[in-house]
């Protein structure tokens, strides 16, 4: 059974960074789509950015291109999520999850993912 653990959230102001880190627990992440999603109060999930490091593979959603940055480290199985620039609108819960199926271009869509981890919340004030 896939676990994921997703870390790092925690609240900062409007500009500030954060560091999401999602770890797999005795899984490899290489051969899968991990992805980041976040979800407010009375907001639809939204799919944030994806990572398929063997068809060398990353997705961002508009929103966040450009402030956030996805990346895989293989000897610790983790996928982080780098945000910067955040801003208030970024605020929801964090979530990372990992599909087997070859997602390509639908890989910002929760349906297509397995596994997801608890969440981690990131609160950012104006």
């Known amino acids: 059974q896939v676990q994921l653990f997703e870390s790092g959230g925690g609240s900062v102001q409007s500009g500030g960074s954060l560091r999401l880190s999602c770890v797999a627990s005795?899984?490899?992440?290489?051969?899968?789509?991990v992805a980041w999603f976040r979800q407010a109060p009375g907001k639809e999930r939204e799919g944030v950015a994806s990572?398929?490091?063997?068809?060398?593979?990353?997705y961002y959603a508009d929103s966040v291109k450009g402030r956030f940055t996805i990346s895989q480290d293989n000897a610790k199985n983790t996928v982080y999520l780098q945000m910067n620039s955040l801003k208030p609108e970024d605020t929801a819960i964090y979530y990372c999850?990992?599909?087997?199926?070859?997602?390509?271009?639908?890989?910002?869509?929760?349906?297509?993912?397995?596994?997801w981890g608890q969440g981690t919340q990131v609160t950012v004030s104006a």
């Open positions: 990572i398929y490091p063997i068809g060398d593979e990353i």
């Open positions: 005795e899984y490899d992440f290489s051969a899968s789509y």
């Open positions: 999850a990992e599909s087997r199926l070859n997602l390509g271009r639908g890989a910002l869509y929760a349906r297509g993912y397995n596994y």
